[in-house]
């Protein structure tokens, strides 16, 4: 008995051992280097900003074509709006309202840069128009923000890259590397026909970019437990996105008579078994990067269960919401509250965890419901992206000039849920990353896609001041 006591003893302490060990030795990955130097900026760019934000350039739905008038518009505005990129930088008009400009660089060897942002907008709710601070159109300025539908998604971007390179013609600076920038017109709903054909045309053109950086990265506030200081989250890569349409058919009935197996019963109890069976979550690349990148940066009883994931796997995962994610979004059936509805649908939908896809979701689904749901892939549907790299020089550049711009921020690599223009550019480009320093803390979450969409002015000023940066290191 007592050696079984001293055998478990002995295993106990060699765990605290190990736990602790790896705990201590799980050193910082954080990079130093110097500051930049401050970019001056002038304050007319929040003017320019706010007129974009004044063309509603709305993707609607795959269905609706594009607004021609308000999306030409929106080009004429940024001709007269940057006179030296439009003298200086080649256009292309992709599915007519998408645009590529290629700024030639003095080196051919050199492998391109690729900067991405979008001109399309969502829709706003008509019924929250009085809830917002301004009308969302406006681009209202006021002394802290920019206002409108745009600003964070994504034309902050789209008009502080061109800030950039107009302030570096203005200089008289010649890249040594060809930049393009891109910026498709349909990415709300997609991107199939926009940075899809944008893709599409550079690989015809034998392009082979060296890095591609697009939306979906942001320097985070108070949004991370036990860190103060902000994050500089880099996405390496994207979930995939799929939505599936369930659908009931029985003979209906009357209501004073239901049968044993209602066609909303049997659609619900398929919403709930799907709800209640989710796929598992895993620990997959990129997400192990994150954990190593962020733990160094934990309290020391959080930096433990970081440093020694193996062991307390379950929480981590769920926190970092490592898995194929299942959402009903869409629910409809029934004509009349006594008639038994003969069909009855719905849409759920899913972001897919690289090691999974779309076929893999859709036989989860089969095995989870009930014989009786018809299960459908409708719409959009992609899986999940491939996964750049953190060794690679590119990206040392993307991460020491967010080091040398905010010397305080915390950077480490992740990958993101929601869908990006940037799943397209895999096949062209060395390394794709999603970053652009948007500022993010919890008020923020909630303006995307929804009410009160702004930036705040400074920050703005930072977007274009990286980009700016981002163009000088990589020559």
Excluded: C
């Amino acid at each position: 008995m007592k050696k079984i006591l001293f055998g478990l003893l002995g295993a106990l302490v060699l765990l605290v051992a190990v736990i602790l060990f790896n705990t201590l030795t799980m050193n910082s990955k954080q990079v130093d280097v110097d500051p930049l130097p401050e970019v001056a900026i002038s304050d007319k760019v929040y003017e320019n900003l706010s007129k974009a934000i004044q063309f509603k350039t709305i993707s609607f739905n795959e269905n609706t074509p594009p607004d021609s008038a308000e999306f030409h518009g929106f080009h004429a505005f940024l001709e007269e709006t940057f006179p030296l990129t439009h003298a200086n930088l080649s256009l292309e008009k992709i599915s007519d309202y998408t645009l590529l400009y290629k700024w030639e660089g003095s080196d051919p060897e050199k492998k391109p840069l690729i900067l991405m942002s979008h001109q399309d907008v969502v829709p706003v709710d008509e019924p929250t128009l009085m809830d917002w601070e301004a009308p969302p159109f406006s681009g209202q300025i006021t002394e802290s923000h920019i206002i409108g539908r745009g600003t964070m998604d994504d034309k902050g971007t789209l008009i502080g890259v061109l800030e950039a390179v107009e302030m570096l013609l203005g200089e008289s600076f010649q890249p040594t590397r060809t930049l393009y920038i891109a910026s498709g017109h349909d990415e709300e709903i997609g991107g199939a026909n926009g940075a899809a054909k944008v893709a599409e045309y550079l690989k015809s053109k034998g392009v082979q970019a060296a890095m591609t950086i697009d939306e979906g990265g942001f320097i985070t506030e108070g949004l991370i437990p036990g860190i103060e200081k902000p994050v500089a989250v880099i996405n390496l890569s994207e979930k995939g996105y799929a939505t599936f349409k369930l659908t009931v058919e029985t003979k209906g009935g009357h209501s004073s008579a239901p049968p044993r197996e209602n066609t909303i019963g049997i659609l619900a109890q398929a919403i709930v078994d799907l709800e209640n069976n989710q796929l598992p979550y895993k620990m997959v690349t990129p997400l192990d990067y994150q954990v190593e990148y962020l733990g160094p940066e934990l309290p020391f009883f959080l930096r433990m269960a970081f440093a020694n994931s193996w062991l307390l796997k379950g929480p981590i995962l769920e926190g970092l919401n490592a898995h194929t994610t299942t959402a009903p979004t869409i629910i409809s059936g029934g004509v009349k509250d006594n008639v038994i509805p003969t069909v009855a649908e719905a849409r759920v939908n899913f972001r897919i965890l690289p090691s999974e896809n779309i076929e893999s979701v859709k036989a989860h689904i089969e095995n989870t419901v009930s014989d009786l749901v018809k299960v459908e892939l409708e719409g959009f549907a992609t899986n999940p992206s491939p996964v750049s790299g953190i060794d690679s020089d590119e990206y040392k550049t993307l991460e020491r000039t967010i080091r040398g711009m905010f010397p305080e921020t915390i950077v480490i690599p992740s990958m993101i849920g929601g869908g990006t223009d940037a799943r397209y550019f895999y096949e062209i480009s060395d390394e794709v990353y999603r970053f652009y320093p948007l500022r993010m803390d919890s008020t923020s979450l909630t303006r995307f896609h929804g009410i009160d969409e702004k930036i705040g002015k400074e920050n703005y000023k930072e977007i274009i001041a990286f980009s700016y940066q981002l163009i000088k290191a990589m020559q």
